[in-house]
């Protein structure tokens, strides 16, 4: 039992389990955008959207924790174009890559409050690559 106790130690001391989390929010992340592209290449550019976004909301939270970022105030969740500026003051990523997140949150919002026509299946296929590109350069 000791010895086990001593090798997790060793494996937290080096990142090790913390890699290993980043792996395992990447591959349900993938997952979840391998579902959004096979929703559009179905022709159903809405609900590709919002899982889009759903899972790049999840992505920016997780990366509020590990960076630190709190994501309650007052017992109450933060918005994520909150979480967005506090990860972009925190250092997490620069000014640029917020108004990126900005957009495809927006986008987001429309496919989920019925603004279907403020959007195409374009800049659908855009979103979720790059919010795939995203999840890849910002692991959480």
Same mark, same amino acid.
Do not use: C
């Given at each position: 039992m000791r010895t086990v106790a001593l090798g997790l130690r060793d494996d937290l001391a080096v990142g090790w389990v913390e890699s290993v989390v980043e792996l395992v929010h990447a591959d349900t992340y993938r997952d979840y955008l391998e579902m959004a592209e096979g929703l559009l290449a179905k022709g159903y550019k809405d609900a590709a959207a919002v899982i889009t976004g759903t899972s790049l909301e999840v992505h920016v939270r997780a990366l509020c924790v590990k960076n630190g970022v709190t994501t309650a105030v007052a017992g109450r969740p933060k918005k994520a174009d909150t979480m967005n500026a506090?990860?972009?003051? &925190?250092?997490?990523? =620069?000014?640029?890559?917020?108004?990126?997140?900005?957009?495809?949150?927006?986008?987001?919002?429309? &496919? &989920?409050?019925?603004?279907?026509?403020?959007?195409?299946?374009?800049?659908?296929?855009?979103?979720? =690559?790059?919010?795939?590109?995203?999840?890849?350069?910002?692991?959480?």
């Open positions: 506090d990860l972009t003051k &925190a250092g997490a990523y =620069d000014g640029l890559q917020q108004k990126k997140v900005t957009y495809w949150m927006g986008l987001r919002n429309k &496919a &989920a409050h019925g603004n279907y026509a403020d959007y195409d299946k374009d800049e659908v296929r855009q979103f979720i =690559d790059g919010v795939q590109s995203f999840m890849m350069k910002y692991p959480a």
